[in-house]
């Protein structure tokens, strides 16, 4: 396992879990299959510029306008590039112009929509896939509503 995506995991877990201690956060590293020390994670968490508010673990005001920089980003790349977004199941189906889809699939793997749990992208097509249909259909409005 790399540093990656241990950090990329903790970021999961603070933002879709209120995490108050480091101690929850190991044990919710551990439900996931990681395993990591109090001097690792500690480093971690300030690397990834977290910070203890009163709901838990949070993202810094630096890492939110980052997170808000890579929404405008999706926005943008959604609205100068995506043709067309329909559902088959739990994978969402978003066609591209020609050569546009992976710029696309990493915008929206860097947003981390909890209804995605990846893409697989081509020239012109991005499959995401979803938990369920619901899911799906979730991630296909938010989609849509961004091209309004």
Known sequence: MTKTY??????????????RTQEELVQ????????????????????????????????????????EEEAGALRW???EFVRDVKTAQNIVIIKTASGH???VAVALDKEAWP??????????T??????????????KE???ALLH
């Open 101 to 103: 889809a992976q710029p």
């Open 28 to 67: 919710a590293l551990h439900k996931v299959g990681i395993e990591v020390t109090q001097v690792t994670l500690s480093r971690d968490l300030h690397e990834l510029g977290l910070v203890k508010g009163p709901q838990g673990y949070q993202e810094s005001e630096r890492a939110a306008a980052t997170a």
């Open 126 to 139: 991005i499959f995401a896939v979803a938990a369920d249909a619901k899911q799906a259909l979730k991630a």
């Open 6 to 19: 241990r950090q990329g995991q903790i970021l999961n877990l603070i933002r879709n879990h209120p995490i």
């Open 77 to 79: 790349v959604v609205v």
């Open 115 to 124: 209804e995605i749990a990846g893409t697989l992208a081509g020239d012109d």
């Open 142 to 144: 938010k989609l849509l």
